[in-house]
């Protein structure tokens, strides 16, 4: 169990974000004092400093005592998506150390980062003595963001990091009140389906899945060779889960346009990692993750291309690919159509919230919908015929032309 001196943590982070925390004013009446007590809650640890030398980890008291030194080893890295962005959290586990070393067994970190050139050099930190899934997805977490500056910040230096970012936590203090959510919407009786599935006029139905699966076709996969001589080879759904820890848009428009590019530049020929290079311009980490995973680092060239605030089909779902065996080049970009037009506009305000790239906050709707609309995007990207997604691809040679390959 986390705590805070002899206060769950748990408790206290149960009465904000579910109760609403007795301290604050009502609606409409937020204080200056309210939003202090807001950043102490999610800010608030067990402990004061902290040191890292090498896999030690020492806890200090907020009197400047060593509270206990711990040794840690590294367990797995996790994708997740807070306020609409996506990032990882690394976790550790506890191999040895001092008694009070108990209470900090998980510790999942954030790698280090700052907003802005000039920002604050910090991450974030949780930890506990549950498990890792608590820690990542309890509810009861979500806002608990314990955060490490570099040594020796100033509280001006903190106050001038926090300002910029004042918009998106007040939001997050007024969500924190937010009532609890009951079973009123779903009052009445309500019939159990299962319970009439032996009904013959559920017969045509169970003839037409039957036929579906028998018929369904397995997905084409991705095959390049590692240099060691290991074949990969993963659906375009694999792989943007395996590269990218979870089926985001980026990563799948990324696995299905070299699946594409492949097929297009070497035939019915496995090639080598090595032997095939992409230029890209899509900014998102998703498609540098899938890219580097099928086709290593070495042969991953990203070109900045427009606003990266603000996403084009034109500017950032093109890509390049260039056989470097015979210097066959295939080009191709997204269509229109195949990620909903309203996609690009509500990628920026809500996640331009988010990155304080303005102060405009979306309503719940508007994250209903880009999440719907990543979903139509994602899914036509996986399942929509090649031809179908991008320009330039297969239609060519379903129509008697030359393939990329058959032209080098």
Not at 97 to 102: K, L, Q, T, Y
Not at 190 to 215: H, K, Q, R, T
Not at 281 to 287: A, F, N
Request: proline content about 4%.
């Amino acid at each position: 169990m986390k705590t805070i001196g002899k206060v769950s943590f748990v408790a206290m982070m149960a009465g904000i974000l579910f109760l609403g925390s007795p301290a604050m004013a009502e609606d409409g009446g937020f204080t200056a004092d309210d939003a202090k007590s807001f950043l102490r809650t999610m800010m608030g640890s067990s402990f004061g400093d902290l040191k890292v030398a090498g896999d030690a980890v020492t806890y200090y008291n907020p009197d400047g005592s060593v509270r206990c030194r711990c040794e840690y080893g590294f367990a797995a890295k996790e994708a997740v998506t807070f306020g609409g962005e996506e990032f990882d959290w690394y976790k550790f586990e506890l191999k040895s150390g001092d008694e009070a070393c108990s209470e900090y067994r998980y510790l999942i970190a954030t790698g280090v980062h700052s907003e802005g050139e000039e920002g604050m050099v910090h991450w974030h930190v949780s930890y506990g003595n549950t498990s890792f899934d608590d820690l990542i997805n309890n509810p009861g977490y979500v806002m608990w963001y314990p955060t490490l500056a570099e040594e020796e910040i100033s509280a001006e230096k903190l106050a001038e990091s926090y300002a910029e970012g004042a918009p998106m936590m007040g939001a997050m203090m007024k969500a924190a009140r937010a009532p609890p959510i009951t079973l009123d919407a779903w009052n009445g009786t309500w019939a159990n389906p299962g319970m009439i599935l032996d009904d013959p006029a559920m017969d045509p139905v169970y003839e037409a899945m039957a036929d579906a699966a028998n018929s369904a076709e397995e997905p084409e996969k991705i095959q390049i060779y590692y240099a060691q001589g290991e074949l990969l080879s993963l659906s375009a759904e694999e792989a943007a889960e395996e590269t990218h820890g979870d089926l985001c848009l980026c990563a799948a428009v990324a696995a299905r346009v070299t699946q594409v590019a492949i097929t297009e530049l070497f035939g019915d020929e496995v090639p080598t990692q090595g032997m095939l290079r992409i230029t890209y311009h899509h900014p998102g980490k998703g498609q540098r993750e899938c890219f580097e995973h099928i086709l290593t680092p070495e042969y991953v060239d990203y070109l900045p291309s427009g606003d990266p605030k603000n996403l084009s089909l034109e500017e950032h779902f093109v890509y390049t690919f260039v056989r470097t065996d015979t210097g066959a080049v295939f080009e191709m970009g997204v269509k229109e159509g195949v990620i909903p037009e309203e996609f690009f506009d509500l990628r920026y305000k809500v996640k331009g919230f988010s990155k304080g790239w303005h102060d405009d906050q979306p309503n719940d709707d508007e994250k209903e919908a880009i999440m719907q609309k990543k979903a139509e995007a994602t899914d036509n990207i996986l399942t929509m015929e090649a031809h179908q997604i991008f320009d330039g691809a297969y239609g060519n040679v379903a129509e008697g032309a030359e393939s990329a390959a058959a032209s080098a």
